[in-house]
């Protein structure tokens, strides 16, 4: 069974919802990511989002533009990223990793070889944000023969007719995007988030989880009592701009503080 699948299953089983944090790989720099990963982990985190810096993050606000554009100042490549993630499973086999990116720079990469590449370094989810599920068959293909399970995004103006075909091709859980826009907003709107979900659960038995504007502990647990899981990115983005020049353990510490509430109220 795919690590994404047993965690959501073991989180079922105990009653709990996922805590999904993302960050961008290498940002500050390459060496302070696996630091910042097991800092997730002890603070609680189910699942971890690692996006990969790309020049042109169209659907990224601009705490996650800036983010990319420290990561590839410091030289962060999809290589560097895949050696990140394989560094950080020599201690950790258990946590699912989903690789969030762009499809430019996987690309020019190469399809095939980032897949196996991918696996190799023990990424369990790839969320693509701008492969279309039109496009999506050979591209797929790769991806599927590692295993590698599929997180699609679906929005607010996702028709339900293409939500379903959505889900359909999609595996591990469903990203719903709970606001219009790009990331790092605050508009969320819990009811509308709520009934969104709802009818969502009318064409996927995948776990749902909600993203695109949860930053405090309060949000975190009323969007996850109406869904499987919360995606938390910008505010643990911004927290890491705002103490890049610090010890790669003291940007670790400052990411556990936002974190641990989050968990403690997503559990209450
Ligand atoms: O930053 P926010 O508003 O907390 O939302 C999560 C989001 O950052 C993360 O899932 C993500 C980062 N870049 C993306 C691009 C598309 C979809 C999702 C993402």
Redesign the pocket.
Do not use: H, K, Q
């Given at each position: 069974m795919s690590r994404i699948k047993q965690c959501f299953e073991n989180l079922e089983k105990s009653g709990k919802k996922a805590l999904?944090p993302?960050i961008?790989a290498g940002d500050p720099s390459p060496e302070h990511t696996v630091t910042i990963m097991n800092a997730l982990v002890d603070a609680g985190a189910d699942v971890i989002?690692i996006?990969m810096p790309f020049s042109d993050?169209m659907?990224?606000?601009p705490?996650?533009q800036l983010a990319c554009e420290r990561s590839l100042a410091a030289g962060t490549s999809v290589r560097k990223v895949l050696e990140i993630i394989a560094e950080f499973r020599q201690g950790n086999s258990t946590t699912p990793i989903v690789l969030?990116g762009y499809l430019n720079p996987i690309e020019f990469f190469g399809y095939q070889k980032f897949a196996d590449a991918a696996k190799e370094a023990g990424v369990d989810g790839v969320?693509l944000?701008d492969l279309t599920p039109e496009e999506a068959t050979d591209v797929v293909e790769c991806f599927r023969q590692n295993e590698i399970d599929l997180i699609y995004?679906l929005s607010p103006t996702t028709t339900l007719e293409r939500a379903k075909k959505i889900c359909d091709l999609a595996s591990g859980y469903v990203?719903y995007?709970s606001v219009k826009g790009?990331?790092?907003?605050s508009e969320l709107d819990v009811d509308s988030v709520k009934q969104h979900v709802d009818t969502l659960r009318s064409v996927t038995s995948l776990p749902i989880g909600v993203?695109?504007?949860?930053?405090d502990a309060k949000t975190a647990a009323a969007v996850s009592r109406c869904s499987d899981g919360v995606?938390?990115?910008?505010?643990?983005?911004n927290c890491i701009a705002e103490n890049k020049d610090q010890q790669k353990e003291y940007i670790a510490d400052a990411l556990g503080a936002i974190l641990t509430p989050m968990r403690s109220e997503m559990d209450a």
């Open positions: 999904i993302y961008t989002e996006g993050p659907a990224d606000g705490v996650i969030m969320l944000v995004l990203y995007v790009v990331t790092g907003s993203g695109f504007g949860i930053r995606i938390v990115g910008s505010v643990l983005v």
